[in-house]
């Protein structure tokens, strides 16, 4: 019985200094923040780059700047990306198919004429039987679809504003939160006398809090 319970209370002991260790681990830190720092400065010091880069892999225009604060940019970069699109799509409809047959040297043979399934053979000559006979081969012609009233112009326009905003987005916006965050560092960095450095020792399972005075 004495064994069970010793057993009992040892196992709670372990239960309970894992769920200390997870709880330790699983708490979001907390800094003093400078009186004159402001919400957004506050903002653009935590934007984190793998954020802005998980981003950038979601096709909706401008989201990397949004995420780095610049909204109006993030807008009239989703603006440009629309324009880019409506320029794709009037190019496309504008299209008109445009469907005529192969022109050929040799006589044609044309079955089911006028009819949703005609169809053209070429009457090749290949072999000439007795004085007046002719032997043909039929080679099928088909017919040449074309597409014209259609834009290249606005078509490399389109591509360009979609693709060109995409980028852009992407890596200027990138560029906007690294700014960021190393301005606001900088600013307050050069007023703080001291420093929290917060540490976890794993082997030891506690905590530390190491404070710093700089002259």
Not at 19 to 42: A, D, G, H, R, V
Not at 63 to 80: M, P
Not at 122 to 127: G, L, R, T, W
């Amino acid at each position: 019985m004495k064994k069970i319970i010793t057993i009992s209370i040892f196992a709670s002991i372990l239960f309970s200094q894992s769920n200390q260790q997870n709880e330790i681990l699983s708490e979001t830190p907390l800094y003093p923040i400078p009186e004159s720092m402001t919400f957004e400065e506050y903002q653009d010091m935590n934007r984190r780059m793998s954020i802005g880069v998980g981003l950038a892999f979601i096709p909706i225009p401008g989201i990397v700047h949004r995420y780095a604060g610049e909204k109006e940019l993030a807008k009239k970069l989703s603006y440009v990306s629309i324009g880019g699109l409506i320029s794709l799509i009037g190019s496309i409809s504008g299209n008109e198919e445009k469907k005529e047959w192969s022109d050929s040297d040799y006589e044609i043979l044309i079955m089911n004429q006028d009819l949703e399934n005609e169809t053209r053979f070429e009457k090749i000559p290949i072999e000439i039987i007795g004085g007046d006979s002719i032997k043909y081969r039929l080679n099928q012609v088909y017919e040449k679809v074309t597409y014209s009233g259609g834009s290249p112009a606005l078509v490399a326009l389109g591509f360009i504003a979609i693709f060109g905003s995409y980028y852009y987005d992407v890596f200027h916006g990138l560029k906007v939160i690294h700014d960021k965050r190393e301005a606001v560092r900088y600013k307050y960095g050069k007023q703080l006398k001291f420093s929290f450095r917060p540490s976890y020792d794993v082997n030891a399972s506690h905590t530390k809090l190491n404070f710093d005075i700089h002259f």
